[in-house]
C-alpha cells in the first residue's frame, strides 16, 4: 500500500511560479511511474505529467509542456511539479498518483493504482 500526500498548492497571480510536491509513505516509489492530474470545477479529471520509475523519461500534456517540469527524488520519496507562467486556466486540484509499471507511463487515470488527496492550485489574474 502506498499513500501519497500532495502540499505547496496556494494562490498565485498569473505568470507566477509554484511548485508543488507529493509524498509518499508505506512503499517506496522506486517501483512507480508517477502522474500529476488536475481537476477544475465541472471537468474531468485531466492528464498533466508523468515521470517513468528511474526519473529518465518525462511526459507532459500539451497545454503545460514548456511551462511545467515533473521530476522525482527516489531517495526522498517524493515528485514534484513545477509550475512556471501560470495562467488562470491552469486553476484546479491538482493530484500525484502512483501506477506500477517499470514501462513509460500512462495518461489516463484509470491506469494508476494510488491516489493523494490533492492541493488546490488557484491562479489568478
Known amino acids: 500500500q502506498v499513500q501519497l500526500v500532495e502540499s505547496g498548492g496556494g494562490l498565485v497571480q498569473a505568470g507566477g511560479s509554484l511548485r508543488v510536491s507529493c509524498a509518499a509513505s508505506?512503499?517506496?516509489?522506486?517501483?512507480?511511474?508517477m502522474g500529476w492530474f488536475r481537476q477544475a470545477p465541472g471537468k474531468e479529471r485531466e492528464f498533466v505529467a508523468a515521470?517513468?520509475?528511474?526519473?529518465?523519461?518525462?511526459y507532459y500534456a500539451d497545454s503545460v509542456k514548456g511551462r511545467f517540469t515533473i521530476s522525482r527524488d527516489n531517495a526522498k520519496n517524493t515528485v514534484y511539479l513545477r509550475m512556471n507562467s501560470l495562467k488562470p486556466e491552469d486553476t484546479a486540484v491538482y493530484y500525484c498518483?502512483?501506477?506500477?509499471?517499470?514501462?513509460?507511463?500512462?495518461?489516463?487515470?484509470?491506469?494508476?493504482?494510488?491516489w493523494g488527496q490533492g492541493t488546490q492550485v488557484t491562479v489568478v489574474s
Open positions: 498518483a502512483a501506477e506500477l509499471r517499470v514501462g513509460a507511463p500512462n495518461r489516463r487515470a484509470r491506469d494508476y493504482d494510488y
Open positions: 508505506g512503499r517506496t516509489l522506486s517501483s512507480y511511474a
Open positions: 515521470i517513468i520509475w528511474s526519473g529518465s523519461s518525462t
